[in-house]
């Protein structure tokens, strides 16, 4: 709840204790009251137009897989969890990891969630797994995911070379508790519901200097639903049933993170 929203909580419920007579009624007429906003989330289909991002062994690419998957979780959070869901891109265009980070923060979305298949550090890795952002990497795994993420914007013929100090100081409004934290639940959570349903990744909760994970006031994931570079994750994605599966358990998983009274 916004600041002002409780400190306006706190000094109603202050002047019902100080005169009884007042909770009787509303102080305001029901007309004039407004339902609180629908909670948002964002969801970053990674990849795209020129940046096919990783291709399996039978040509799958990741752009496909990712528009697909959340394509399927936006329309499930809207049917089935009530809460509104947008997407940074519906089709198949290049967006900068700036741009996807700009229309997140526009959008005042209460969560953003970068929906990725890639190519895995080693070929044996295989399973979903979640990420948050940190200047640190948790593991060599994860750093050299998130270099290869960072990278994308080479498709568009962008220079990341000055984006480097851009990020390290949004990494410094990082450390905002609220922002921080509320990634990390979120993370935490997300992982342990799916782990009910998916195959995971060995240590499925990492976090590495992401550059598309920069909003610094929006709780922020990156989630690899499996890698491409694996023909056992390749042939489960590549399948239209299997990544309804996958998208079914991602939307309940996003709705019980929103859902949640611990999550900001």
């Known amino acids: 709840m916004p600041v002002a929203a409780r400190a306006g909580l706190l000094a109603s419920s202050m002047a019902m204790a100080a005169d009884p007579k ?19 989330v964002m ?4 990849h795209g137009g020129a940046d096919p991002g990783a291709i399996g062994t039978h040509g799958t690419q990741e752009k ?9 979780v936006a329309r499930l959070l809207a049917d089935r969890h009530r809460i509104t869901a947008r997407l940074t891109r519906n089709d198949d265009r290049f967006l900068a990891l700036d741009e996807r980070v700009a229309l997140t ?5 209460d969560l953003f969630v970068s929906i990725h298949a890639d190519s895995a550090p080693n070929a044996d890795a295989r399973g979903l797994s979640a990420y948050t952002l940190s ?21 568009g013929g962008l220079d990341m070379k000055g984006s480097k100090q851009v990020v390290k100081d949004i990494l410094l409004d990082l450390t905002a508790r609220h922002t921080r934290n509320a990634s990390l639940f979120a993370r935490q959570t997300l992982v342990r519901g799916v782990a009910k349903d998916l195959r995971l990744l060995e240590n499925p909760m990492r976090a590495a200097n992401f550059a598309v994970l920069k909003a610094p006031d929006v709780p922020s994931l990156l989630v690899e639903t499996g890698f491409l570079s694996n023909p056992k994750d390749e042939e489960i994605l590549r399948d239209a049933e299997a990544r309804r599966r ?19």
Request: glycine share 2%.
């Open 22 to 40: 007042s909770a009787a009624k509303p102080s305001t007429p029901a007309r004039d009251r407004r339902p609180a906003r629908p909670r948002l």
């Open 43 to 46: 969801l970053d289909p990674g």
């Open 64 to 72: 496909d897989v990712t528009l697909d998957i959340a394509r399927e």
């Open 105 to 109: 923060r526009k959008s005042e979305a």
């Open 135 to 155: 200047s640190k990497a948790s593991d060599g795994f994860a750093s050299r995911l998130a270099q290869q993420e960072n990278r994308a914007d080479r498709f």
């Open 246 to 264: 996958v998208a079914r358990v991602l939307a309940r998983e996003i709705a019980a993170v929103l859902s949640n009274r611990s999550f900001a």
